[in-house]
């Protein structure tokens, strides 16, 4: 059941698509606190959600704030990254499990047992929101109640489930065709390479540098030809240039973020000085979005949309008071205390919150501060490619995905975990981000595998690349200056690795069924063990281990030398150690707590009892591959079973007829 529950004026959201009556009277289970609510946990509650938020899968224990953030530094003492996912579960067991989702643009306070260990609080920055009670019998429950509210998920086409290479600092086509040489010469799979800034002129939206990219078109359409698409980054800030003539109409028409006194807002990002389209305004949107015609009629099929937080490296006006205020410690003699205000005044420039409340949206008719709806940015430009694919691409599927983002925007693309590191402690944060994204509708995400910032190492990037594999979204992501990471750059473990890529494209029939079966019942690809096993202790205990759509879990090892690792079975399964998709073992495990062994080029695989999972011969690109022939994996100790496979053409959006899909039967042992 849900409850829906209204407070002040809201500022629209678009979140929600289901219609509720609004519920009179006291909200049950949460006891009102000043600006928030509270919630008494017992010890043994869990609480799942919050979306793209750092630390574990049980998110008690910390504090979060919604707020969407420009922060490189994925350190656990951060409280908020690029997301603003206002939805959690609280699981206390049989006839304590509930839903809360906060519909509100603004900044939302979590204190989730971070003050005391037993009291759940949060607060919304202002009095105008509504709330959203959700109460069922499971969690898994709970979660799809909630998805219905919110609408489907988005579907990507399904070349963007193959690999994708990626890196800030490919300059011109040549590199591009360099990236695809290591990769074909190599024998490694490939489905896309992604275009960092560098293809644009000066950096500025809707541009390609003539010098590095003298005929885009012809090479997407010479990339095509090996099953590989071009994918491009599209920012939030417009280059502030009146010689260009997608900025000048954007001025004409008065389309961008105002000041106070009505001029446009001005913020420093990648291109320097740029432009903020309100996106908030469907008209701007459908302006926006038309922008990005001239690379789908390159070819191009897919985009990232990038900044959209929007981060704010300066404004001028705050970059002269920091200058001044720099000045003004010209000659005087220094104390401790004067130093470390100086030393801050350049850190203070960024994403600063005295910039959030100087600009301005228009929403429906209103002036709306920036600060007052800040999680709705990244959301709605995600909206306005998405409005613009399906009008300029009727029926079809464009890949996109954003780096900020908000429920609501799961409806119009998927997200990446934004600029991680190569530290192994961020692979296993990957692994357990994924859940909390995956509840708040966005079922195409994934990170920057092998680690976006800093120097990788071949270790690294191989134990990535398998968790990678299953992670719907799966590309290879670098920082300009670190260490080159395509996978065809470790010789010592190239064959580990191509084995592992070629695996990922082998389980491609069930990986690709199950996320589009995800996204059709409002469901989860990836789901804590608990979710399917409730009444067992145990499973709400396990950070570090996933299920993956019906029939498997995954086990992925995270610890730099490790050779194996514990894993918890809460049910008997049979257990796969895969070098590759012809060379593994196999065995059945019993419940219960297991070390295995698992060597740097092996991957562990789960299946569960009376589940079926059908296997492809690998192939170099999604396109080539061959779904008629399969081998079908299984775990059938009680007699046969039978799967439904996707076979949609993974191009055009008509993908729930059933004639998309087919049932495969198979007996067991
Ligand atoms: C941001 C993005 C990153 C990209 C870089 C340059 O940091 O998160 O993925 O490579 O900008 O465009």
Known sequence: MIQRFCFGTMVPTDTVVQSITPAEGPVPLLTPDGDGWLYRMAPTDVVYGLGET????????????????????????????????????????????FGVFVDFGGRVDYDIGYTRTDTLRFAVAEPNYDLYLITGETVPEICTQFRRLVGRSYIPPRWAFGLGQSRWGYKNAEDIRAVVRGYRE?????????????????????????????????????????????????????????????????????????????????GAVWPGEAYFADFLRPEVRRWFGRQYKVLLDAGVEG???????????????????????IGSFKGRKMDLEDYFSFKNLSGSLSNSMQDYASFYHEVKGQ?????????????????????????LRPNHRTLIFSRASCIGAHRYGGIWLGDNNAWWSHLLQNLRQMPGVQMSGFLFSGADLSGFGCDTTPDLVLRWLEFGIFTPLMRNHSALGTRNQEYYRFPEHLDAIRRMLRLRYALLPYLYSEFVKAALSDGMYFRPLAFDYPEDPQASQVEDQLLLGEGLMVAPVTTQNATGRYVYLPEGMKMLRLRSVEDYDSCLLPAGHHYLPCGLNEVL?????????????????????????????????????????????????DYDRPEHWRILQCDGE
């Open 605 to 653: 695989l789960f299946i569960r009892p009376g589940h079926i999972l059908p296997v492809a011969s690998p192939a170099d690109c999604t396109d080539q591959l061959d779904t008629e022939h399969l081998t079908l994996w299984h775990y059938l100790p009680d007699g046969p079973a039978s799967y439904r496979m996707y076979t949609d053409d993974g191009l055009t959006t």
């Open 54 to 97: 750092l630390r574990g899968i049980n998110k008690r224990g910390w504090h979060y704030t919604s707020f969407c953030s420009d922060d490189p530094n994925h350190t656990e003492d951060k409280v908020s990254l690029y997301g603003a996912h206002n939805f959690f579960v609280v699981d206390g067991g049989q006839g304590h499990r």
């Open 186 to 266: 190599n024998h490694l799979p490939l489905d896309a390479v992604y275009l960092d800034i560098d293809y644009m002129q000066d950096y500025a939206d809707f541009t390609v540098n003539p010098q590095r990219f003298p005929d885009l078109a012809a090479l997407a359409k010479e990339l095509k030809a090996q099953g590989i698409r071009l994918v491009p980054i599209i920012d939030a800030g417009i280059k502030k240039d009146e010689a260009n003539p997608v900025c000048r109409e954007g001025l004409e028409k008065g389309y961008y973020c105002t000041k106070e006194d009505g001029t446009p807002f001005v």
């Open 367 to 391: 002036k709306v501060r920036h600060d007052r709806i800040h999680n709705l940015y990244g959301y709605n430009m995600t909206r306005a490619a998405s409005e613009a694919f399906a009008e």
């Open 303 to 325: 985009f990232w949309n990038d900044m959209n937080e929007p981060a704010i490296f300066y404004t001028p006006e705050h970059l002269a008071q920091v200058i001044d205020a």
